[in-house]
């Protein structure tokens, strides 16, 4: 377990990234230093649907972070019904990294804690989280998704969330 | 002496650049030198257009031919400004206009410090468009002074949507 204090020395840099990043986007990205959360909103443009995205940093890096989509009060994570549901993705990318996995909503993606075996997710392929990296040098390498700083997660995340419409339950 | 060389876009100085050139020394090796400090131009392009007084700089000839010590080069490259998601600031690079997508994404990737990935570029606008990597910058419409952004082309894992 690291403590509070140490994991917020190395997120803060990344977060000040990820919150330009944001600004840029006209994105609301909310930062809660002493719970190690980011919270941001993300709108469908068609019908202004509010999505939560939420990424809890607790052990970060030695950990992946933990990436949902959640109800509007922050805490209920995972249903179908909170979750943009992906339309046809055009290339250059090749599939959407929100996925229906044993009916609850996965953000699938190396960078996601939530996506490994020990996370109910459905990588066992990839190790634990806490070997995110190597699997980031593995997906990499097969041209899929990678993302190694919370801006660069946001960046992919937002990527694919344009490319969603609706929810998938 | 010392010659400063100023890189304009559209009347517009961009970049500008001293160096010491010895009164015997000729047009080319300035345009060497300029090349080095500067980065990012390569010397023959340098010497394509270079101007002083109004006046285009002649190969061949030496430093003392010339009375002007402001020396103009107007670049022909594109100058684009590119974000990166882990930064704050963004960098700028002058990139060929006939360069890939994908080339360009990675020099941009490699100064930002990311060491593996899929990089690519896409639009500020709403939605971002992202450039295929395969196309000249040309091709891909990118304009001078135009913003982009990193954004990394790796798929999903795997989609049981479909």
Known sequence: ?169 | MTILLEVEEQNEVVRSVEIELGDDETVEVAATRFAAALGFLEAEEILENLLVDGEKLERHKKAHHYDGRRWRHQHSRLRVIVFAPRDPKPKEFFWRRNLIVGAAASDAAKAFGYAAGNPGLQTFADPPKVLDNNQTLEAAHVHCREKLELVDTGGGVFDPYR
């Open chain 1, 1 to 169: 377990m690291i403590p509070t204090g140490e994991t917020r020395v190395v997120i803060e840099p990344e977060i000040r990234g990820a919150q330009a990043w944001a600004e840029r986007r006209g994105i609301v990205c909310t930062w809660i230093a002493e719970a190690l959360e980011l919270r941001v909103l993300l709108v469908q443009s068609a019908e202004s649907t509010t999505f939560y995205l939420r990424g809890r940093f607790d052990n970060y890096r030695a950990l992946a972070p933990e990436w949902t989509f959640t109800d509007c009060t922050w805490t209920i994570a995972g249903k179908l019904s909170e979750f943009p549901k992906p339309i046809t993705v055009p290339p250059p990318v090749t599939a959407s990294i929100f996925l229906n996995f044993n009916g609850k909503g996965v953000i699938c993606a190396p960078f996601n804690r939530l996506a490994y075996a020990s996370g109910s997710g459905p990588h066992q392929d990839w190790g634990g989280p806490e070997q995110w990296l190597q699997a980031s040098d593995k997906t990499s390498a097969n041209k899929q998704v990678r993302a190694d700083t919370v801006g660069d997660m946001l960046q992919v995340l937002r990527r694919d969330f344009l490319l969603t419409r609706g929810r998938v339950a």
